[in-house]
């Protein structure tokens, strides 16, 4: 039997304006990762989102820290010091913690977001600041993290329990890293092939890189991006075929 967590990144509007279906992906997915108010969203939107997941009853809620971009989404790489790092990890868990308490339920992990989360695959140093960060925070937290990459890595080193994330969504390097979004070929758009990827890399732990080379990968959390024109289709078909394989969603 296999088991599999389904995340979505969620939580990600701001003020007036709208990112993403939260609500009709929540009952959907087994993990929700909220913004935390510096690449996305504003109190208002984590407490609105906070109360969506906890009515839903079944998804476990995690933080999804970023660069302080509003602007950018989070997608442009800020040159911080390792001190910075840690204390901005710190401030973002606290205050995503702090709607998690008052609406009466536990924060299961921390997984980064965009230019955070990709620039640990080439800096180990940047991995360890923010696997100690998720520690010094709350040890009990688990880190997500790119499969079989430096932020699972630096969170196993930590002690934390980890988990290796892949996506639904986006291409991968010969490496195992993903393609840049700048990159043509970077996302996934085709529904079907999305689908044919995801049950792949959970049944056979593989799956095809941007130049065809076939690399080992570990599927503990499948990620489909809030924010993607196709978000809702995909957490529909994927959930759907999923199931029809025999596959468990189950939360991590």
Do not use: W
């Not at 009990?140 to 993290?145: E, F, I, T």
């Not at 079907?192 to 959390?221: C, F, H, P, T, Y």
């Not at 991006?225 to 959930?239: N, P, T």
């Amino acid at each position: 039997m296999y088991t599999v967590d389904l995340n979505a990144d969620l939580g990600e509007s701001y003020g007036n304006y709208s990112i993403g279906n939260d609500r009709e992906i929540i009952p959907l997915i087994s993990s929700a990762n909220v913004a935390c108010g510096f690449h996305a969203s504003d109190p208002s939107v984590m407490l609105e989102t906070v109360q969506l997941i906890r009515k839903s009853g079944t998804t476990g809620i995690g933080a999804h820290p970023g660069f302080p971009d509003l602007m950018g989404f989070g997608r442009r790489y800020m040159d911080m010091s390792m001190p910075e790092v840690h204390a901005m990890m710190v401030y973002q868990l606290g205050a995503l913690d702090g709607f998690c308490r008052m609406a009466g339920i536990e924060m299961n992990h921390v997984k980064p977001h965009g230019a955070l989360y990709n620039a640990t695959f080439n800096d180990m140093e940047l991995a360890e600041t923010i696997a100690q960060a998720v520690k010094d925070y709350n040890p009990a937290l688990k880190l997500m993290g790119l499969s079989n990459q430096n932020l699972v890595k630096a969170g196993a080193s930590a002690g934390l329990a980890v988990r290796h994330e892949v996506f639904a969504d986006r291409a991968y390097e010969d490496d195992g890293t993903l393609v840049s979004r700048r990159k043509e070929g970077a996302m996934i758009t085709d529904t079907k092939e999305a689908v044919s990827r995801v049950v792949r890399m959970v049944k056979e732990g593989r799956v095809e890189s941007l130049n065809g080379k076939d690399i080992s990968i570990q599927a503990d959390s499948i990620c489909v991006h809030g924010d993607g024109e196709k978000a809702l289709e995909f957490v529909k078909e994927i959930r759907r075929q999923l199931e029809a394989e025999g596959i468990n969603i189950q939360t991590m």
